[in-house]
């Protein structure tokens, strides 16, 4: 372990009230439910932004930032968002406009009453996490207005090899004129710069790739992702004629100076590759308009609590894509670095891809404190999709359609600390862009119209610990590669699965976050039948269990705690003919935290151990291609909050 160096700062001047701010994350601590939550770095639960309940909200657009709706192209800046939250099953009950396959609620950074300012340093065993740190600020200037925001970076060296440097910076201004009223403005962006790519491998045969090196570096040094991330918006919150607006004006994009992708396929037993192809591509755009207005009205009729939503959403999507070059290698290998020369190749046209999106809709929710719920929503969207292919000699489609999108959702009391719940939801969600591997990569089909029925129990075990049951199936169209690699809608997928919930306090300090997926994807239709695919999805698990203990001494109020996670999956199918598996795996990490005072500020120190058994397993991504798991890591955090 290299030794931990701080970047100094002067903070002995600040004179306001300290506010802990990073000192103080603990996602285990702040979750309560499994499903999923995040603050500040860390992560716990059984989903996170990228999969719940088997398929990926971003891509779905089932993202919501401060409750409004939001069209997330890429990743926010860490210093935009304090965290987020999985809203799914028990979790959704009075969220208006669900989405069939969950949603992802981001919560922005804001600047409160207090100052505060936090600096965190990090390192890891070997550079695999490499050095990085951050500084975060929240500044009151006035009675009303203040500042919220900060930069952070970090420069690695991968888990598989080569370099990486991020640069994140976020702020976030807060006007209050008055109690009930804000106006929130904000702007980031994640920059990745000489992002050296990781190969992905697809075997040749029924089974995985034969164990690689872990940390052999086998990019080509020319084929690095350069891009910027940015976020950006407006959020105001009023009381307005008896009732309470809320808006949002949100703008995400995707701006990738230069892309590449490292496809290996045919891989063989020994290590051999048959071809390998680079995809790359330059100056590709990605970018969203969205947002949300909503009037809200809450009242109370005896003993019943009412809340009349009225709301409009929508968006203006524009993506730059393709036009760019598959530079053929040839045979390889993946047991060894096969540098080659950069050859020769040229940017083509652009194809243009413009999503066009507005949807209006009511929801009503009833509550009767401990008794019943009630949630009722009803949308009409209209929605245009239109590709404008560079090649003239393609067809230009243009796709619409007007569905009408429904949710209903109740939970009833049935005794003290139990209720019971169901939901049904109709939507309509995103699909998927044909990935790099497909003969028309980077297409992305019209939106598909997606159905979920769900039930499940919520039964509060003590004051202090709560058990949550529930049982789905989510339907909607599958898509993927047929056996000639054109990415196209194969079927239908249906999702069936029961996940369970357990998070709470065991005793004064003793912390469970756990919970369990049982899962069974099975796809229908004609390409099944006729056998050109398996029934089973690529990539998809089938059993997915994570527990994380937290205990922290003295009943909870010391200053020492030491926390461990333990996540278990099932294998995962490797390949559409449902001939080749990713093996299952478990794996263990540890860590700990020490809480002190010094010079004025709220410390903490935090050593981690990531994989502590060293497991070496396969990721399985959605095309079939696949990527070793990261090895055992030693990091080190330390964090002053002033």
Known sequence: MRSLVLIPLCL???SAPALAQRAGDNAA??????????????????????????????DAGNMRLEGLYFDQVERISSRLADGNTIRVGAAALRYPFPAPTGLVDYNLTQPRKDTSYSINAELGSSNAIGPGGSFEFKQPLTGTFGL?????????????????RYRTWGFTSAWRPRTGTELLLFLGDFIYRSDELRPYYYPAGTTPPPKAERGLDLSQPWASRNQDLWTGGAIVKTPLLGARLEAGLFYSAKDQHSTYADLMRGVASDGSVANRRIIAEQDNYDGSWSG??????????????????????????????????VLALGASTILRPDLRSEPNWTQ?????????????????????????????????????????????????????DNPLLLNVAG???LARGLSVYAAYTRGQEEALVAPDIATNRSEAPPALRTSQVEAGARWAVTPRLTLIAGAFSIRKPYYNLDPSLRYRQLGTLTNRGVELSLTGQLAPGLTVVSGSLFLDPTISGEAVDSRLIGPRPVGQIRRRSVATLDWRMDGGHGPLSF?????SLSSRMGNA???????????????????FKMAGGTWLLRPVVLNAFNEYSWNVNASGGFTYSNPRTVTLQLVADF
């Open 577 to 595: 003919a449902n001939t080749l598996l990713a093996p299952p795996r478990a794996t263990l990490n540890l860590g700990a935290r020490y809480r």
């Open 411 to 413: 939970s009833v009391h």
């Open 563 to 567: 926390d461990a996670t333990v996540e």
């Open 292 to 325: 949300e207005m909503r009037l809200i009205k809450e009242w109370v009729g005896g003993t019943v609590n009412h809340r009349l939503i009225a709301s409009v959403r929508g968006r203006a999507r524009n993506r730059d894509f393709g036009g760019g070059s």
């Open 348 to 400: 083509g046209a652009k194809n243009r891809d413009e999503v066009r999106q507005i949807t209006g809709g009511v929801s009503w929710s009833v509550v009767s404190p401990q008794h019943f719920s009630l949630d009722l929503g009803l949308s009409k969207s209209r929605y245009r999709k239109a590709l404008d292919f560079a090649d003239a000699a393609q067809v230009d489609p243009v796709t619409r």
């Open 148 to 164: 919220s925001g900060g930069v952070g970076f970090r420069n690695a060296t991968r888990f598989e090899g080569g370099h990486s």
């Open 29 to 58: 601590t702040q979750s309560s439910d499994a499903f999923g939550r995040s603050v500040g770095s860390e992560k716990t639960g059984l989903y996170n932004s990228e999969d719940v309940r088997g398929f990926n909200p971003v």
């Open 12 to 14: 002995a001047t600040v």
